[in-house]
Every structure is written in structure tokens, then in C-alpha cells.
């Protein structure tokens, strides 16, 4: 059968490109007639409508897997709650049959700030408005109709190609403006995308995993291994401003525990830690 995803960005658009290289129908929901055009011409099934405006929505159709993974763009006229929960209500409204829902939600729920290590059952109590409306849509989801199809995926920082921050200000030996301390818990985007299609192809795949590479670093760490790769002076960093929305995500200090995602779905990272991935992304030519 077909596959749906919403939200069809960074990670959204490679998990649709991993369906359609096995010949699977892959439709896109997308606001933009000009995006659709770009969606059709990449071999997909655009289905244009805003998931903030259920009167926009087409009904979508009959599919064994949807992948909800709606991104927040801090430029838009969208606020965080009416994307992640409103926009995932509306969705649930206008979806036909579905046999596998895959919810894209984040660590960002955690507020632990000690270091201490996270996993599926450790206390949720989001301080920030990111991780609060990612917790709200999860308990909409979990009241749904779908909720016995669900699988939500928490994920640590996503990374990969165009997605190295402050690379050039390393390059240009600036001070970075973000704490030198504290973990930075991620995962490499083609990694999270091999595991959505691990989760929907699973027969009873567990209905909460934690995706992170497992490989969790100090932030001063990984901005060193950045730097060496790039040949750029040795990083430096400097106070950040107070009410950028990176500082307010430094506040959490905690380490992403991947133990029964690698046990359930039995996957093997292309990307096990941070090195590798950089390497990889800062070695290729653009």
C-alpha cells in the first residue's frame, strides 16, 4: 500500500525517498502549489493543504504508514502549539485507514540538567515550549483513534548535510556563542531516517523509542572534533545571548539512552557517533 508524510522536510523528504526507491506510492501533504510542483518532478504524490486550517485539508487517503513529521520554523506565522498539536489534531480528522502512524517528537520533552542519562521511562516535564507542545501532541496522539498503530520517536539533535552548526564561524576562528559545557545528544539524519522505515516495516515495534546515536558528547568536544576536521583554529566560545532559543535548549545537561531502540528494531547506525558522521559530511565535497 501507499505511504503518507506530513511534514516533508529535512528528514520527511528522505524517508518519502527511501519508500519510493521500493516502488511504493508516496504521497506529500504540502501548503505550496510550487512545492508540489517539485514533490511530483521527485517522483511523489503531492496533496496540497495547510494542516493548521482543517478546512484546507483534502481527505487524505487510505495508506499503511504515515509519518507525521512537522518541523517549527521560528520565521513563519505559525506559533509551535498550532504546528505540532493543532496541526496533528487536524491531521487525525482528515486521515483515511491507516495501518502504521510514526510520530516524530523529541528529547527536548526532557528537562533533566545534571548530566544524568534518559531513557523511555524516565520523567517528561518539558520546560521549554518546544519539548511542552511535543508532550501535548504525544498524549493527543495517544488518545487517538490511532493510538494502537503509534509509534513516537524522540529525537536527539538532528545532523548531516547543511546541518553543521556555526561551521563557519569556526572557520573564520570566531567564538562560538553557545556554553562550552554540557551534553549534546544527536543523530545523523540518514540514521533517523532508516529508522522510521525500521519502525513502520517492525510487526510490534515498541510505541515509545528515544533515537539517538548513543554516543552522547561534551558540546566544547564536539566543536573540537568540528574544528580538526576542518583544519579551523581551535574553537572558542562566548556568552550567548539570553534569549536565543540555542541557549534556552543548553540549560538541559542530559545523556539520550538508545538501548531499546538498537535491542527492538535490531538496527545498526551508519553513523554510531558524532565522528564518524562528521567526518563523512565534512570530507564531501558540496
Partial sequence: MAKLVVGCGYLGKRVAA???????????????????KEMEQS????????????????????VDAVLFAVGFDRTSNYSIDELYVNGLRNTLAAVGEVGRWVHISSTGVY????????????EAVPVRPGGRASLEAEQLLAASVVADR???????GIYGPDRVPNRQALLAGEPIKTP??????????????QIVVAAVTQIVPPQLLLVSDGSPVLRRTYYET???????????????????????RALADKRVCNDRLVASLEYQFCYPSYREGLRSILTTPP
Fill in 111 to 122: 528537562s533533566q540538567n545534571t548530566g544524568e542519562w534518559v531513557d523511555e521511562a524516565s
Fill in 150 to 156: 503509534a509509534v513516537i520517536l524522540r529525537l536527539a
Fill in 180 to 193: 562550552a559545557n554540557g551534553y549534546l545528544n544527536l543523530i545523523h539524519v540518514d540514521d533517523a531516517a
Fill in 226 to 248: 568540528v574544528a580538526a576536521i576542518l583544519e579551523a583554529p581551535a574553537p572558542t566560545f562566548a556568552e550567548p545571548d539570553p534569549d536565543a532559543p540555542a541557549t534556552a
Fill in 18 to 36: 527511501l519508500w519510493r526507491a521500493h516502488d511504493r506510492d508516496v504521497f506529500v501533504v504540502t501548503r505550496s502549489s510550487e512545492r508540489a
Fill in 43 to 62: 517522483g511523489f504524490q503531492p496533496l496540497i493543504g495547510d494542516i493548521t486550517d482543517p478546512t484546507s485539508l483534502p481527505r487524505l487517503p487510505d
